[in-house]
């Protein structure tokens, strides 16, 4: 096991000649190493301009209720089943066929070698939730294969090795090979942190030393057509201390398209090809722009840039108060996978890929990181529970690619599948499962930061380094009870920051039995106090629905609205309503407090134990299909309604019955 010292570098080249005389600086040897300390997701440990450090995955244990039981799936069902495709669908075949190991044709897209890479990932985030030794010995398996089939000099990409070599580094828009490269970096650095062992970590580090001594050096541009490579990039520089990658990941954000000769569409296409810091809106394909944009985050916590953070803030701002679904899943258009407009937000024919609701959970904690403030956790929740929940069926064997907010209910129309040949969500969706605990707390100068709420247990150190453990127990998130137990080592004073969400109207808080004042919904409660063990931190979050419109200019929304019940949203599916009654022709029937308008019922054996909403709506007698297509605004006929109970279930849950009408956005009558 090995590890490269750190080495001074100089700033990120204005041109690529001199950036290749930085980067052609030699490292250090390589030298023995034994396994690295517990690190968050991200090492953020020495990271000047970040003010928080999260909590390592295996500092925190989920140890029973929802998220458990999901994390239970993925591990035991999703995973292992996911590799067996892997394998059927002649995907890990593809290295076998570069190292001679078997003699058959290429198969698939040309960013396969992605997937393989992203499941090894999510699989090595899981072990650090706990030992597997069979599934180690399955990742052992297929990092040989990967491994197998570097070339000498370090290149790794299975659709340009062999026959197609001469084609390498020609079409950066369309090939993904940096793409394939930062997830083979983000592996090799998960299996690391997981096992200590650096085999494939290595691999990735010999490929990105190959850019740099070998491919820069002769005068190839680059630009990631697909982001990705920027995350990994400095998380490279985080894990091996050497500036050369941080300097590889500012020279491909600074971007230069006119020494590509790429045209200003295909330059809005994937977020690349023009400096970071020139981008106004989000715009192009969603993964892309977040990917982009979660990198570039990560940059300025190395470096502090302002222009960084300025464009950061007015992205995302962009994007949460413009372009995002009620889901948290953003990407409306299918044309592209990309942004629409401002408040373009179609529900039928909404694209929401489960790898954008996971880019924009991961780009908003990186934000969180850089500046803890609750609207960034908000967004977070609001993606995790529903747009990116909704990717796995409650099986852990099918994947939604699409996630719409309305569906017809024709068969022919199969959003949950159990394979694609573009397999990007299924592991994007098991390593966003196996990360979870590492999203749930974070350190700070003053203390320690709870972003989310699940049962179990967390032990870390402070900035101060003194030990604390935090146990939660929680019935959330159908539930809005919470009871925290703070124990420190040693008496010690410090903060701990709760996040109140902005969801919750009124939120009652203890600590040892005392009311707490200030508490404000969308913010961090500070409680600063001596804290001792056995510090109980009790909360009542207020789990009234909610009844969400949309702003105006979301013009497909109007006179309906969305119901949510704590982080989930709600949505009616036709098995569950009166017989021959189709959803579009439902309505709610509100009264002027529309919250208690809701009764919650929790039933245990219903999608895998959901709590559901009740509502004395109203069916329209005269079904919209009857009526005429136009007519005259004073003979239009006039649509009688009869009461009828409604049922909504967490839209997370959507067709896992089989292909039924469903929709969340919801007309209403007043009562």
């Avoid at 009616?572 to 021959?580: L, N, S, T, Y």
């Avoid at 997370?652 to 007309?667: C, L």
Wanted: glycine share 8%.
């Amino acid at each position: 096991m090995r590890v490269r010292r750190y080495v001074h570098g100089v700033g990120f080249a204005v041109s690529s000649a001199l950036f290749a005389c930085a980067l052609l600086v030699a490292p250090a040897p390589l030298q023995a190493q034994q396994p690295k300390p517990q690190v968050g997701l991200i090492d953020l440990s020495q990271s000047p301009f970040a003010k928080l450090h999260p909590v390592a995955i295996s500092a925190v244990s989920i140890d029973s209720g929802f998220w458990a039981d999901r994390r239970k799936v993925n591990v035991e069902k999703s995973i292992p089943s996911l590799l067996d495709l892997l394998e059927a669908q002649g995907i890990i075949d593809n290295f076998r066929r570069v190292s001679g190991r078997k003699k058959v044709a290429r198969r698939g897209p040309l960013y396969t070698d992605s997937d393989i890479y992203k499941w090894v990932e999510g699989a090595a985030l899981s072990l650090e939730s706990g030992p597997n030794p069979d599934l180690q010995a399955r990742i052992d398996a297929v990092i040989d294969e990967i491994v197998a089939a570097q070339d000498e000099n370090g290149y790794l990409n299975t659709w340009f090795q062999d026959e197609r070599k001469k084609d390498r580094w020609k079409r950066q828009y369309t090939d993904h090979e940096l793409y394939c490269l930062g997830h083979l970096l983000q592996a090799g650095i998960a299996y690391q942190r997981a096992t200590g062992d650096r085999k494939l970590l290595d691999a990735g580090i010999r490929f990105v030393d190959h850019i740099i001594k070998d491919v820069i050096p002769s005068g190839q541009a680059l630009w990631a057509g697909h982001p990705e490579i920027e995350m990994a990039l400095v998380e490279l520089y985080r894990n091996e201390r050497d500036k050369r990658y941080l300097d590889l990941a500012a020279y491909i954000l600074k971007g230069d398209g006119k020494k590509l000769g790429g045209t200003a569409s295909q330059f809005k296409y994937s977020f690349s090809g023009i400096p970071f810091t020139n981008r106004k809106q989000m715009e192009g394909h969603a993964v892309r722009a977040c990917y982009a944009s979660a990198g570039a985050t990560d940059y300025y916590m190395e470096t502090g840039f302002p222009g960084y953070w300025r464009t950061l803030t007015k992205l995302w701002e962009d994007m949460s108060a413009r372009k995002m679904y009620v889901t948290g899943g953003v990407g409306s258009r299918a044309s592209g996978e990309a942004f629409g407009e401002p408040y373009e937000l179609p529900n039928s024919l909404a694209y929401t890929e489960s790898c954008a609701a996971i880019s924009n959970l991961i780009w908003s904690w990186r934000m969180l990181q850089a500046e803890p403030d609750a609207k960034y956790a908000d967004v977070m929740e609001r993606s995790l529970y529903n747009g990116v929940n909704s990717g796995m069926s409650l099986s852990g064997t099918l994947y939604c690619y699409r996630n719409p907010l309305q569906l017809s209910g024709d068969p022919d129309d199969k959003i949950r599948n159990p394979w694609y040949a573009t397999t990007c969500c299924p592991p994007n969706l098991q390593r966003t499962f196996a990360a979870l605990p590492g999203y749930l707390y974070g350190t700070s100068k003053e203390g320690l930061y709870v972003h989310h709420f699940a049962s179990g247990r967390m032990q870390t150190r402070l900035w101060d380094r003194t030990w604390v453990q935090v146990t939660q127990e929680t019935g959330f998130p159908f539930e809005g009870d919470l009871r925290m137990t703070v124990s420190p080592a040693k008496p010690t004073e410090f903060t701990v920051h709760v996040r109140i969400p902005n969801w919750s109207a009124k939120t009652a808080v203890k600590v040892n039995g005392e009311v707490q004042a200030n508490v404000k919904a969308g913010a961090y409660l500070a409680l600063r106090r001596t804290w001792k063990e056995g510090d109980v931190v009790e909360v009542d979050f207020d789990m009234t629905p909610q009844l969400l419109r949309a702003n105006p200019l979301a013009k497909e929304n109007t006179n309906s609205v969305v119901v949510q019940r704590g982080p989930i949203v709600y949505a009616m599916e036709q098995v569950d309503q009166p017989f021959g009654v189709k959803v579009e022709d439902l309505a709610l029937s509100l009264s002027s407090n529309p919250g208690q308008d809701f009764r919650a019922v929790h039933l245990p054996d219903l999608l895998g134990g959901v709590t559901v909403l009740k509502h004395q709506g109203v069916v329209f007698e005269t079904a919209g299909s009857a009526l005429p297509l136009y007519a005259p605004l004073q003979s239009y006929p006039e649509r009688k309604t009869k009461p009828a109970e409604l049922t909504f279930i967490p839209y997370y849950a959507f067709h896992n019955r089989g292909e039924v009408a469903m929709q969340v956005w919801v007309p209403y009558v007043a009562r």
